[in-house]
């Protein structure tokens, strides 16, 4: 079975830090889909990111990029110059090509970005 | 713009009560889930369907079941809700088909059962 673990489970930062949230995953399938999904306080889980198993180009999109190497299973996401607005929870998922259609989430990482 | 909608945001029941939350999405989506939220457990699937009236068991179906008898609603139903289920319930909905179908989420629904 799939598992994703985001072993951070809360990180503080001030303004203008980077920051990484880490994301590991376990599959035994070589088709798969990663996801990086934000939740505000508002509740509502915002996509953020869909990379496939076949592609380890990292991306970069404003201030965040993502760094997927297959050979650790990791698939990181990096804010540059954080803002307040980055303040809340960051799951990280997986879903695979064949079965069930459903994601299996990490455990999530909450980031307080202080002022 | 796609739209998952949850009847309530915020929902209190009392032990042994019957519950039903309610998820409708507007782009006629196949694909619809249920998933419980739970501080350091992250989001965990309840139950998934993928058309009308067909539904599957998720990783933690014991105490729900659900209900899809049109395409646009996916309900979960709580039989005889108990303290263990209070949680933020989410629903999402996708387009059939493999991995890149994008999920939209819906806001949530915090129930609290005393």
């Known amino acids: 079975a799939q598992k994703v673990t985001q072993a951070q489970t809360e990180i503080s930062v001030v303004e203008k830090e980077d920051v990484t949230l880490d994301c590991v995953y376990e599959t035994r399938d070589t088709t798969y889909y990663l996801f990086w999904y934000k939740q505000p306080p508002s509740g509502e889980l915002v996509f953020l990111i869909r990379?496939?198993?076949?592609?380890?180009q990292n991306e970069i999109s404003g201030r965040y990029s993502w760094n997927f190497q297959k050979s650790t299973s990791s698939f990181n996401f990096t804010i540059t110059a954080s803002q307040v607005v980055d303040s809340a929870v960051y799951f990280c998922?997986?879903?695979?090509?064949?079965?069930?259609?459903?994601?299996?989430f990490g455990s999530g990482t909450r980031l307080q970005v202080q002022p | 713009d796609v739209k998952v909608t949850q009847s309530s945001r915020y929902l209190v029941k009392r032990t042994g009560e019957k519950v039903f939350l309610e998820c409708v999405q507007d782009m006629d989506h196949e694909n619809m889930f249920w998933y419980r939220q739970d501080p350091g457990l992250g989001l965990r699937l309840i139950y998934f369907s993928y058309d009308v009236k067909m539904k599957e068991k998720g990783d933690i179906p014991e105490g729900y079941s659900v209900s899809r008898e049109k395409k646009e609603r996916f309900s979960l139903i709580l039989e005889s809700a108990s303290t263990n289920q209070t949680s933020m319930y989410l629903c999402?909905?996708?387009?059939?088909?493999?991995?890149?179908?994008?999920?939209?989420f819906g806001p949530g629904t915090r129930l609290t059962v005393t």
């Open positions: 999402a909905s996708s387009l059939k088909g493999g991995g890149t179908r994008k999920k939209y």
């Open positions: 998922a997986l879903r695979l090509d064949t079965g069930r259609r459903a994601l299996t």
């Open positions: 990379r496939n198993s076949f592609d380890e």
